[in-house]
């Protein structure tokens, strides 16, 4: 059974009766009289219905089935009068985010219409470093990539931006998950009152954050796509495991209330905002690097990027669900060339080495050439961007057919990252003029024969 919920409210001296009418595809579904309480504001005039139909085709995610869409309009009639009409076309499937004990620790995988569904897909990060700049066109084009790509499931990572209405359409009509991040990428203030009183500045706080999740819930909660909402970005992990507490000298008291900040936030003011959604306080809720993070929970691992392992111990840290992951290459020397004086496109050059932001360097690129593919280090500029390609679609390869294989133990897999916002070397598998990677294809394959 799947439900539709309608209401009308607003403050009036006396009573306003009304009659409603609800259409599907056509078809006369409610017909019902309502009125107003006198003088109310607000929920007091709400009022709900269900809407019980039971052959309604459900939408299902790409690769599992249609992506049937239904026709739903509105009437509002008085004393015999049309007063309004509201249109929108909706598709109806049910979601649920499975996380129950089992022989080996805790399931994480989605349920879609009461069947289990492999999350295959990547994390997004803004597809400009200036938003301003990202046209309706850019974010269609995003979903064309997820859709040819295989992909079913895409994460909207909490350090970036949210999209327009029209992506969240795109995503209904290509079957598209969307893991929806909330944008909160650094710690709640500490400083704040945690109790969230009405007089504190965790009050003010709260309630802008409220403000901001309503209005994203407004335009983006109704479509089929959105599957999860998620509190943000790696906090918890860090906060407990990277050492934040002696790096910054916060220790007793104050770490203590740092926790019971980000608890009360997180774990409880927000999740009231989503009562009837699937919702996961942060991600990851695991940690790698450890034995216990891969039976529950999702995992980021990044123990080939940052802490140097070979490519095979993809297979020999499968989490329940592995929701990022990834290995860098460079764009092809012809995207470089657009934004760097062809001189300075040489092995070393100061103009090309720049490009490179993370900690790491370049290092693991050159270590995985030659472990990985056999091969002695390139002499040139071309020949290192051609073998760093190569080496990372083998990675993604592998950790793709890795997680595939492990099934029900593993139940989706999102690599970071599909797209890239600025022309230098990353994890994605696009580079930034929209431009398929070696390793895009190499996923794309595995994607396809999927069981």
């Known amino acids: 059974m799947f439900e539709a919920n309608f209401y009308t409210d607003g403050f009036q001296k006396s009573r306003i009766r009304v009659r409603y009418k609800v259409y599907v595809d056509d078809v006369l579904e409610i017909n019902r009289r309502a009125s107003t309480t006198r003088g109310c504001w607000g929920p007091s005039c709400t009022h709900v219905r269900k809407l019980r139909k039971t052959d309604f085709k459900p939408w299902f995610p790409n690769g599992s089935g249609e992506q049937d869409v239904h026709q739903l309009r509105v009437e509002l009639w008085r004393k015999g009068q049309l007063l309004d009409t509201y249109r929108k076309p909706i598709a109806l499937r049910a979601i649920e985010l499975e996380q129950i004990a089992d022989s080996t620790g805790k399931t994480f995988q989605f349920l879609v219409n009461g069947e289990p569904v492999f999350a295959k897909g990547c994390n997004l990060v803004p597809l400009k470093m200036f938003p301003s700049e990202i046209t309706i066109l850019d974010w269609l084009k995003i979903v064309r990539d997820l859709q040819q790509a295989n992909m079913n499931m895409v994460r909207i990572w909490a350090g970036g931006i949210y999209p327009p209405e029209e992506f969240y359409t795109a995503c209904d009509t290509a079957g598209i998950m969307v893991w929806q991040d909330l944008m909160f990428a650094n710690l709640v203030p500490a400083g704040i009152d945690y109790t969230f009183t009405n007089t504190s500045l965790g009050r003010e706080y709260l309630d802008n954050s409220l403000r901001e999740i309503d209005d994203l819930a407004e335009r983006s909660d109704h479509h089929p796509s959105v599957v999860l909402w998620c509190g943000n970005n790696e906090l918890d992990v860090a906060w407990r495991n990277w050492g934040w507490q002696q790096r910054y000298s916060i220790h007793d008291v104050d770490s203590s209330r740092v926790s019971q900040v980000q608890e009360k936030f997180f774990q409880v003011s927000i999740p009231n905002a989503f009562s009837d959604k699937p919702y996961t306080p942060t991600s990851p809720l695991s940690n790698w690097g450890n034995a216990e993070g891969l039976t529950k929970g999702d995992l980021h691992y990044w123990g080939v990027w940052h802490g140097d392992s070979a490519f095979s ?18 764009p092809d020397s012809a995207l470089l060339s657009h934004y760097i004086d062809p001189k300075e496109l040489f092995l070393g050059s100061p103009a090309v080495n720049r490009l490179q932001r993370s900690y790491k360097t370049d290092k693991p690129i050159w270590d995985a050439i030659e472990r990985e593919l056999g091969e002695e280090k ?25 997680h595939i294989a492990a099934q029900p133990h593993c139940m989706g897999t999102l690599l970071w990252q599909l797209n890239d916002c600025w022309p230098g070397p990353s994890w994605s598998i696009i580079d930034y003029e929209g431009n398929p990677k070696p390793a895009f294809f190499e996923v794309q394959k595995v994607f396809t024969t999927t069981p």
Do not use: H, M
């Open 313 to 330: 111990s993809f297979k020999n840290n499968v989490g329940r669900f592995v929701s990022e992951w990834g290995f860098q290459s460079y």
């Open 378 to 402: 390139p002499t040139t500029l071309g020949g290192f961007i051609d073998a760093s390609q190569r080496v990372q679609a083998k990675a993604y390869r592998l950790a793709t057919e890795a």
